[in-house]
């Protein structure tokens, strides 16, 4: 069986923040990066925590949320990255989501792209 078996792999969606910090410093909501080249880190992590805050208190939905926020152009698709498998994600983005049980939400996850939350959903 190759590493890249339906059954190694997780299926996720996520809400990814840039910051000045970010390896691109543009999304298709700031197709110029003027807001992000202006946003800290602490503040985009700041923004994702009172999202999801809203998502787990049942205020909001995270594919919502994520259409809305979310500086990937997965926001087009409520931030569903559709399945991946070990390798093709960012080391911090794929340990978060291996560790996650289905339906679960992530804590804050810092990689080169941004912060992020990342919801498990298969």
Not at 80 to 103: N, T
């Amino acid at each position: 069986m190759s590493s890249s078996s339906a059954a190694d792999k997780v299926r996720a969606s996520h809400i990814l923040i840039k910051h000045k910090g970010s390896r691109r410093k543009a999304s298709w909501k700031d197709p110029e990066g003027q807001v992000i080249s202006n946003t800290t880190r602490d503040a985009a992590v700041s923004r994702l925590k009172a999202l999801r805050e809203d998502i787990v208190s049942g205020k909001a939905k995270f594919d919502e949320v994520a259409s809305r926020y979310s500086d990937c152009s997965s926001a087009k698709r409520g931030g569903d990255l559709g399945s991946f498998g070990r390798g093709q994600m960012q080391k911090p983005f794929e340990d978060a989501s291996y560790s996650l049980k289905v339906g679960e939400i992530s804590d804050i996850v810092d990689t080169d792209s941004g912060v992020h939350i990342i919801k498990r959903t298969g």
